[in-house]
């Protein structure tokens, strides 16, 4: 399913969007520290990019392995890709601490094959998948079921991720997967 290349990908994009969204959740266990602590230490803030990673790295790698298995179901070949330049460009962004950061971290390539139908569900397999993700947290959320402070905070942050990668993905102008939903949706109809 995956080549050697792909898993390289696939990790490095991790590390790459662990570092980049590093500084930006703090889970409510950290919270509690000395601030000024916090900002004389000088290694490297390894529970900030764990806690990255745990919320960032499903979000963006079943998006993409969303586009990757339903190509693949359609008997079409698909290969995922991590973003070099964009990845750099994320890191650029979180180092001049800019407020939003806007990048694309890998893709699937995919050939233009099958019909528009086909194209469409390929499309939305990835923003489906983060959908998915956000109904599965909201679900876990509203159970009642007994979570940490800080379960309860990934989840949570993990859920409202999802549905702004949902939405974001499906604005229908390219390059986002919207786009390819609505044209190849006008194609099939038209």
């Known amino acids: 399913m995956f080549s050697l290349a792909e898993t390289i990908d696939l990790v490095i994009m991790t590390v790459f969007v662990g570092f980049i969204f590093s500084g930006v959740f703090t889970r409510p266990d950290r919270r509690e520290l000395d601030v000024m602590a916090m900002y004389r230490k000088r290694r490297f803030d390894w529970d900030g990019f764990t ?38 460009l994320g890191v650029l962004l979180r180092l001049l601490n800019f407020g939003f950061i806007f990048f694309v971290p890998g893709y699937v390539s995919i050939p233009l094959l099958g019909s528009p139908l086909q194209h469409a569900a390929i499309a939305f397999a990835g923003p489906g998948i983060n959908l998915l993700i956000w109904l599965i947290a909201f679900a ?51």
């Open 51 to 88: 806690t990255a990673v745990i919320i960032t790295a499903p979000a963006i790698i079943l998006h993409e392995m969303g586009h990757k298995f339903v190509a693949i179901g359609f008997g079409l070949n698909a290969v995922f890709h991590a973003s070099y330049t964009w990845l750099g």
């Open 140 to 190: 876990v959320l509203k159970s009642g079921v007994s979570l940490s402070r800080n379960g309860r905070y990934i989840l949570t942050v993990t859920k409202q991720i999802n549905l702004f990668l949902f939405f974001f993905n499906m604005i229908p102008i390219p390059p986002f997967d919207g786009f390819s939903v609505f044209s190849s949706l006008w194609r099939a109809v038209a």
